[in-house]
């Protein structure tokens, strides 16, 4: 069998290249699974504007300087198991390369799944490294998996913001502002901040997004970026921040006397990403996943985390899937060009905010 990979230069996230080898026989232990399809979205930008900051290339290192590759959610199917507890055709929902093969070494197995006990991955986050069987997992609904692969991680995050943000009491502010209002994970937030009560959602957006934005009912108002002025300067907010723009953060805190927290998400405007440092008013602090995870887990246990994030996950897919006019539109992407394209369409912001690309190579 062959493993197609593709590249992408750490310092020039626009370079990429397809890489084709054979595959290497397997260790005792390890198994092998075909990546079915994945989804590519402005989370997946996020990880690679971020590669270095935040050990996301570290999770499927090339062995080559410079060059890197993205991780991305999807599902795969077990192809060659040289572990007992594996089984080949087991359907596996996860943290994959942009590749058509990965290879594991599993641990900590249970009937749910297990963790990648691969030695690169020892000291990276376990959230990412954990594999959950499709029969077994709550979160799966069959004939569901593209949704699932599109939203379901960008959701956890979106749920985990709006949790982490009531749970402390949204630093004493009224309304929350979220950049990059037509991305899934921001309107997935919003989806979630609507159903708190006496909290004003505002939507902020390009004017080619606005109408849709304002389609999905999440957010109170949508602005344009150049519409700041209609909050007023005295507005007690939270700033949300999923476009990662320095100078549309820099604008926010210097209007915003009232600012009481500014919470770095992700980096969807990668042409105009750069430091948050000499920012007037709180200092910009990057929300990670994760840490709200083992907080409430520690608080609730994990059943019930799990129980509340299943339960929302089922609301939130349902409305994005339905009606006349869905929030999300599935385009499929195969072979090596056909992904090459549509990760250059991603980074570079274009197209339909309600298109949502499945990849396969």
């Known amino acids: 069998m062959t493993t197609t990979t593709l590249l992408v230069q750490h310092n020039a ?9 054979d595959d290497t026989p397997l260790s005792e232990g390890q198994v092998r699974v075909h990546v079915d399809s994945f989804a590519l979205t402005a989370n997946n930008i996020t990880y690679a504007a971020f590669g270095d900051a935040m050990n996301y290339w570290r999770f499927f290192p090339t062995g080559e300087a410079g060059w890197g590759i993205i991780p991305v959610w999807g599902f795969g199917t077990v192809v060659q198991s040289l572990h007992p507890g594996i089984a080949v055709g087991e359907k596996l929902y996860g943290y994959w390369p942009m590749s058509n093969m990965a290879v594991l070494q599993p ?12 030695p690169h991955r020892a000291e990276l986050h376990s959230l990412y490294n954990q594999y959950l069987r499709s029969n077994t997992d709550p979160f799966h609904k069959a004939g569901t998996e593209d949704t699932q692969s599109l939203l379901r991680p960008l959701f956890i995050t979106s749920w985990l913001i709006d949790d982490f943000l009531a749970d402390n009491d949204f630093f004493g502010a009224n309304t929350v502002l979220l950049s990059s209002a037509s991305s899934k994970t921001a309107y997935g937030t919003a989806f979630m901040l609507k159903q708190r ?8 957006t390009s004017p080619s997004n606005r109408a849709f934005c304002e389609s999905l009912g999440c957010y109170s108002r949508v602005l344009t970026y150049d519409e700041l002025d209609q909050v007023p300067a005295d507005t007690a907010c939270v700033y949300t921040d999923f476009a990662g723009n320095a100078a ?14 500014s919470c770095s998400i992700g ?3 990668v042409d105009k990403l750069g430091g ?6 709180p200092r910009a602090t990057l929300f990670f996943a994760p840490a709200q995870v083992k907080k409430r887990q520690g608080e609730w ?38 992904v090459q394209q549509a990760y250059a ?17």
């Open 301 to 338: 246990g994990p059943a019930e985390l799990g129980k509340r994030l299943v339960q929302a996950w089922h609301a939130f897919s349902d409305k994005a899937t339905s009606g006349a006019s869905p929030w999300l539109q599935v385009q499929t992407h195969s072979g090596a060009a056909a």
């Open 267 to 269: 980096g969807t405007h």
């Open 107 to 118: 641990a900590r197995v249970t009937e749910n799944g297990f963790y990648d006990a691969a």
């Open 345 to 361: 369409a991603v980074l570079a912001g274009k197209g339909d905010p309600r298109e949502g690309h499945i990849l396969s190579l």
């Open 248 to 261: 549309l953060r820099m604008k926010i805190h210097s209007r915003f006397a009232n600012l009481k927290h």
């Open 13 to 21: 996230l626009a370079n990429t290249r397809i890489d084709s080898r």
């Open 276 to 281: 948050a440092k000499d920012l007037p008013g």
């Open 197 to 204: 009560q006496g909290i004003e959602v505002v939507g902020l």
